[in-house]
């Protein structure tokens, strides 16, 4: 399956470059949302086609898990440049992942591994996406401290940007905690504790 990674990853790349250079221009935002859901749906199409082919969910390596942050990156920040207008997060979020992307293609890790059994739980996928969702969001807000910091220098730095940051650290720390749960959960299952003190958990 991973042959074809180079069809749907171009597709995703150049989707989002259009998005990226048409969400400067104000005319050209239809083009924008269109281009940047393009992009996403053509990595979503690989992920599941993916999952199908390999029988057991594109987690595993550090290739597959480079195609989740790619997504979900994307989707983050879209959905916030929808909701705050705020292109510079719609352009960084799709730089970086095209960059996820261009290091799949550059460094790939795709061989195909077999789930030890200690992953084979129903808890592995939900824990596993939940963390990835709350890195893209926590990421995201760390750009919008740096941005705040450089406002703050300007003495420009309005209520509004700060409640914006907030919300996303919000919602990125909620997922964080939630995965953590999930974990706990699935250590319990697994090994029959939610928390024994090994290296690894501390």
């Known amino acids: 399956m ?7 990853a171009i597709i995703s790349v150049v989707a989002w470059i259009l998005a990226i250079g048409t969400s400067l221009s104000d005319k050209m935002g239809k083009i924008a949302n269109l ?8 990595l979503a199409v690989f992920i599941v086609l993916l999952w199908t082919n390999l029988h057991r969910p594109p987690l595993r390596t ?17 959905v916030i ?8 997060m719609l352009m960084y979020s799709l730089g970086m992942a095209i960059l996820f992307l261009l290091l799949n293609y550059l460094n790939p890790d795709i061989h195909s591994k077999t789930l030890m059994p200690a992953l084979q739980s129903i808890w592995f996928v939900p ?25 703050i220098r300007k003495d420009n730095l309005k209520e509004d940007f700060v409640l914006k940051t907030d919300n996303i650290v919000y919602v990125g720390f909620g997922f964080l905690t939630l995965g953590l749960i999930f974990g706990a959960l699935w250590a319990k299952e697994a090994w029959g504790h939610y ?5 690894k958990e501390t």
């Open 2 to 8: 991973w042959h074809n990674f180079e069809i749907f």
């Open 35 to 42: 281009t940047a859901i393009l992009g996403t749906l053509s």
């Open 62 to 78: 550090l290739g597959e898990t480079r195609l989740w942050y790619s997504f979900f990156l994307a989707i983050s920040g879209y």
């Open 81 to 88: 440049f929808k909701r705050w207008k705020i292109k510079l």
């Open 127 to 151: 824990h596993v996406i939940v963390y990835m969702i709350a890195y893209a969001l926590l990421g995201l807000s760390a750009l919008f401290g740096l941005l705040g910091l450089y406002v």
């Open 195 to 199: 928390w024994t003190w090994d290296p």
